[in-house]
């Protein structure tokens, strides 16, 4: 369902990713790994369509069509989704109001039924409940004086709702305590699915103890410098990146 | 051929002063007016707005069309205005309507000077002594009419001691009608008076208005001005704090989209010690837009203890908006506190990001977030129906589909 093709890409004109190649099928969950600063948001941002985040060069295909040829709602409505690593606070914005926005357009493109606002809150509470947010948080701004933990859990609660077919998760596991982190982690797997692709951003193999993927990738420099299943994981935690990198690094 | 400003200044005067004439004005009132002179292109307070729309010959003729889309009631309690004429009115107990104007202070443009020589009948609304009126008195005060004309609503709001109200000054203008209005609130000793002033004429309507406070009493004033643009208008407010222990907070939202104009002069004069103010402002210019926000804080030698705060943050929404703030502050006395910020900003393009990531067509991600800008004032509205009124109505104004070519 995506597939990304010897991909350049700069942010602000700087060059970042550097010939990436990755290909995610339906129901597989992936883990892209690597230093800090090695590219990895700068993926999930390209594929997402921020601006400044410009592809000079390869492609990714996401089910067929380019992503470069969408704007970044179009890619939501075709059933893209990342979980930010920052996600941003937006005060006089109810999160209930985003949701409704999101999710009657995203519903729309994809052609199922619309939700009226009876069947929207309830879907929302459930939402909520799943990762451990109290209702209450629908009707505060989005993000807005949220927690780092909150946060995370406010983006997760937003794909549950939202179903992508391609979830892409930034770092969500960092700044969880381990409480959250399961939580997180169950809300993440409750979405697996045979149809389902997931790419799970992180910077340390804990997450994968509970959501457990099916290939693990280094990024390093902007290119992917090795692939393998979940074991490279554990690897990784042992011996940190430098072996890979040919540099001095520790995780 | 077009008339230069100072042209056009003496046009509007020697038409206000036969308009003054013609109406038996006489006294104070016309010597006022004489007195008076109306702005050129130089004059510094007026810098931002042009008066030539009103070489279109607004003076010269008297607004008298039927309103066809009256503004709906928001309380029981209704005064309505057309075209600067009493037209009925239902009132509380403890509320008189009268026509015995008390002077009011604090006057300064050549349009109220003209307000005052040519009002046939100020509208009084006296609130009596220790009386509380539970529910808004909502003035509707509307003007139409199809070619260039104006009209001269005057109404003064007088809460005498220990009175409590909420009055909702409430305009609504059609077709090229200017209505040149002059408020005044007066409030004696523990009065308390919550105030909105929502402005919502027509897109080729003008309007030229002041509001006075005059806080004659330690009393406590909470006002709320929403508004949106129109070919012209222009808010002069001047508040009063003229006795110690006086409080005075207003709130406002200004929305010019379009070609449209709002120029808000503001100046609190503060006068005696240990006084409060708070002006707290926020503006929104999309497609040619030009809001101007001028916020003058006026300290004077004796006004030890005067606690002054204004807050005026704005967001343009395209290249092509303007808007003009400036704090201007005078203050003459070393003991006071007083705070002030005003910025221009742009949508943040990280907030708009993360909303389009959801699936949220662009126009209506900046439509949310600039509403999401105006919300937390929108929602400190005290009563529930102004609030109701309000909302749609901005939204609507933030919603609206731009005509094309415009950037949205
Ligand atoms: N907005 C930006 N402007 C300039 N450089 C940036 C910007 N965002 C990220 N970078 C740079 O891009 C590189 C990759 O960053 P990033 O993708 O965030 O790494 P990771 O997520 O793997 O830690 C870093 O060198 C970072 O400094
Ligand atoms: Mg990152």
Known sequence: MLEIRDLHATVADKPILKGLNLTIKPGEVHAIMGPNGSGKSTLANVLAGRDNYAITGGEALFEGKSLAELEPEERAQA????????????????????????????????????????????????????????????????????????????????MLLMEPKLALLDETDSGLDIDALQTVAKGVNSLRS???GIVLVTHYQRLLDYIVPDFVHVLSNGQIIKSGGKELALELEKKGYGWLTGEEESA | MTLSASDLAIDLKTQALANARRHGSDGDALTDLEAASFPERKTERWKYTSLKALADGHLNAV???????????????????????LQGSSLPAGVNLHHDAPVVNGLQTPFAAYNGAVCGQPVVLEVAANTRIEQPIHLQIQSASEAPAHCNPRVIVKLNAGAEATVIEHYHAEGQALTNAVTALITADNATLTHYRL??????????????????????????????????????????????????????????????????QLCVEHAVPNCQSDQNFRGLAGESGKAVFNGRIHIHPFASGTNAELSNKNLLLNPGAEINTKPELEIYNDDVKCAHGTTVGQLDAGQQFYLQSRGIPAAEAKRMLSLGFVNELLMALPDAAVTEWAQPWLEAELTHASPAGDAA
């Open chain 1, 79 to 158: 059933g893209l989704f990342l979980a930010f690593q920052y996600p941003v606070e937006i005060p006089g914005v109810s999160n209930m109001e985003f949701l409704k926005a999101a999710l009657e357009s995203v519903r729309t493109a994809q052609g199922k039924e619309e939700w009226d606002s009876v069947t929207l809150l309830r879907q929302a509470r459930a939402a909520c409940k799943q990762v451990n947010l109290d209702a209450s948080f629908l009707k505060r701004g989005v993000n807005e004086g949220f927690s780092g933990g909150e946060k995370k859990r406010n983006e997760i609660m937003q």
């Open chain 1, 194 to 196: 045979p149809e389902r």
């Open chain 2, 63 to 85: 607004a008298n069309g039927e309103i066809s889309q009256p503004l709906p009631a928001l309380s029981e309690f209704v005064v309505t205005i057309n075209n600067g004429q």
């Open chain 2, 199 to 264: 402005q919502g004429e027509q897109a080729n309507t003008l309007h030229i208005g002041t509001l006075i406070i005059d806080q004659q009493g330690v009393s406590k004033v909470d006002s709320y001005q929403l508004m949106t643009g129109n070919r012209l208008r222009r808010n002069d407010v001047r508040a009063l704090v003229n006795k110690s222990g006086a409080e005075l907070n207003m709130k406002g939202i200004f929305v010019v989209r379009d070609k449209s104009h709002v120029d808000n």
